[in-house]
């Protein structure tokens, strides 16, 4: 499947991936100085440029010269002619070598006529970044409060949360889990930092941070929720290179390897990132109830599970009067509707639990899991629904609760990108269902990703026998992207008035939904 195609005058680039986790090279064209090679002919036939040492999840191509980025290095590989010196050399490369001035991971590159341009640093997660904003923000649910103490006599008090703490850092998870109130839990010879345990009994949970360097802590406590640094701010930190080496030496304390690379100097393999990871093993219990034991809520429920979430505060109660244990923070930082809910002064802002009695048990599971993870991956064992005639589509007032049921299948993790992997026809078609449960619950919940994420998972489904009954619940639930293409598959036919009627389920459409279908596909 092709996943990535860049063309520059006579030279074609293309990438095919490998797992997603980057691909190959291929080239051909003319202009040899752009193929990697010392040939003076055009190449009519693609072949992959071996030169390339790893596999590459960008290109570009200027005039003469091509760039590459390194999938999993952040390496920036370039070829061709450099009499401006564009390929970081002076002499005409005709083979690609890594470009190892460029000093730290670059995440994207651009090749102009004889410019050569590369982003470094670390790209944005959007889960990472939604967690930001709670940060030492009090309009987040903040159930921690570390007074801060820096050898240079500041002192300031930072407002967190113990899930997203314990959840990214065995450290934190020692401090707040395995000990007691007064417990000096942290004292590091070289005084980088030395945290006591105040208060463990009551909320806000209080804990004491002495700290070599303010700076460099604050940093590492916005990467636990970001997953990312500021370069700027690390700078800010000391001058040269000692502003790293603090908060390399804080991230080794805390057992944060990715921040750890982050700091190094040179060009390295970055690990990939576990945001996502440890914020859905929050929440691994409510799939897996015997797979851990965790400390109890601070919520109050019927339902056994909600002791096994750690520091939940909260529980959603489905159709069925299933309790399923949350956080508030992730809720509010991830949905506008929970936001303006929780945090807006209704009257669920006052309780420990909310009522969602249009949405259904296995349906909650899926939206909690893509807002602890920023992904979308069927739970094995989940119902998924078959659409029916008088179906309005998932999420409806029935919840998903009704119709055929199936078991969905354990798949792929979806991602948001041309290179979506296709299973097989029966999980497309699972998979599908199951979508059309999630996308009227993320049209509820205004989670737009995710109505995009199963727009797409919706689409590997439909066939003439479901394309307008996937029209008309698109439509219900404003997936525009999702109707154009229900629209564009049919409209590329130039089918006539009599073809529309005869597809299946348009009967079924009310007249307005049948003429706005008409003016959909006709244009009029």
């Excluded at 470094?120 to 030492?136: I, S, V």
């Amino acid at each position: 499947m092709l996943y990535l195609y860049y063309y520059y005058s006579d030279l074609y680039l293309y990438i095919f991936p490998n797992n997603f986790s980057g691909g190959k090279v291929w080239i051909w064209g003319r202009f040899n100085s752009r193929l990697a090679s010392t040939s003076h002919s055009p190449e009519f036939a693609p072949r992959v440029v071996t030169s390339i040492g790893e596999k590459v999840s960008h290109i570009s191509s200027g005039s003469f010269h091509c760039l590459a980025l390194g999938a999993s290095s952040g390496k920036v590989w370039a070829w061709g002619r450099s009499n401006w010196g564009q390929c970081g050399t002076t002499q005409e490369a005709a083979q690609a070598h890594c470009l190892v001035s460029i000093p730290k991971v670059a995440y994207q590159v651009s090749a102009g006529g004889d410019v050569s341009l590369a982003l470094t640093g670390f790209l944005r997660d959007p889960l990472g970044e939604d967690l930001l904003k709670t940060y030492n923000s009090k309009d987040y649910f903040p159930d921690m409060e570390i007074s801060v103490a820096s050898s240079d006599g500041r002192t300031t008090t930072i407002l967190a949360h113990r899930a997203i703490l314990i959840a990214r850092s065995k450290l934190w998870k020692k401090v707040l889990i395995g000990a007691d109130s007064g417990e000096n839990v942290v004292r590091d010879d070289r005084d980088l930092v030395d945290i006591v345990v105040t208060d463990h009994d009551h909320l806000p949970n209080r804990v004491q941070v002495r700290t070599k360097s303010f700076g460099a802590f604050e940093v590492l406590m916005k990467y636990l929720y970001a997953d990312r640094v500021d370069l700027y701010e690390v700078a800010k930190i000391a001058e040269g290179r000692l502003g790293f080496d603090l908060l390399q030496s804080l991230a080794r304390l805390f057992v944060l390897p990715r921040l750890v690379a982050m700091c190094d100097d040179t060009i390295l393999r970055v690990p990939p990132s576990q945001l996502s990871a440890d914020l859905s093993s929050l929440i691994s219990p409510l799939f897996n109830p015997s797979s851990s034991s965790s400390p109890s809520s601070s919520s109050s429920s019927s339902s056994p599970a909600i002791s096994s979430v750690p520091f939940s505060d909260i529980s959603l109660v489905t159709d069925d009067g299933t309790h399923v244990p949350t956080h508030k923070v992730l809720l509010c930082a991830r949905t506008p509707y929970f936001r303006a809910m929780l945090a807006g002064g209704m009257v669920e802002s006052r309780s420990s639990s909310v009522e969602l009695p249009s949405t259904s048990t296995h349906v909650l599971h899926q939206v909690l899991h893509y807002i602890y993870s920023d992904k979308l991956v069927p739970i094995a064992g989940a119902v998924v629904v078959e659409a029916e005639e008088g179906d309005t589509g998932a999420g409806g007032d029935d919840g998903g609760g009704k119709g055929k049921q199936k078991a969905a299948p354990q798949h792929q993790e979806v991602e948001e990108d041309d290179g979506s992997k296709k299973g097989t026809e029966e999980e497309a078609e699972f998979d599908a269902n199951f979508a059309l449960d999630l996308l009227g619950v993320a049209d509820e919940f205004q989670i737009d990703r995710l109505k995009r994420l199963c727009s797409k998972i919706i689409e590997l489904g439909i066939d003439d026998s479901t394309v307008v009954f996937v029209w008309q619940v698109a439509r219900t639930f404003h997936a525009d992207e999702l109707c154009g293409f229900c629209v564009n598959m049919i409209a590329k036919r130039k089918p006539s008035s009599r073809d529309i009627a005869n597809l299946d389920y348009y009967d079924q459409l009310s007249e307005e939904e049948q003429k706005q279908f008409h003016r959909d596909i006709f244009g009029h």
